[in-house]
């Protein structure tokens, strides 16, 4: 049964989203977690990973390889994208 405290209409006006991806138009990320994702990249070549690892994700590599890997499944676009700043990330640093 549908539990009706969980739910709310979103109206075609405001930002329609349902587990992380917006669902107005197309499908998409939010700006602000694709902004932050590629910050985070950039970062990472700038400077090195360890440095990025502020949540001390034990497998951090895997971890931003999953981040990626939904947004390439959402937008493959935007997720190339992603995916060529992160193979020039330096892990041996």
Known sequence: S??????RIMRQGNRQHLAGVV????????RRELELLE????????????S????NHPRFREHLEGR????EMVSSEKGQRLRRIF??????V
Do not use: E, M, Y
């Open 87 to 92: 193979d020039t990330i330096r892990w041996d």
């Open 23 to 30: 669902v107005n138009r197309k499908l998409s990320i939010r």
């Open 2 to 7: 549908v539990n009706h405290h969980k739910t």
């Open 39 to 50: 910050a985070i990249l950039t970062n990472c070549v700038r400077h090195d990973p360890a």
């Open 68 to 71: 990626i890997g939904f947004v």
């Open 52 to 55: 990025q690892n502020r949540d």
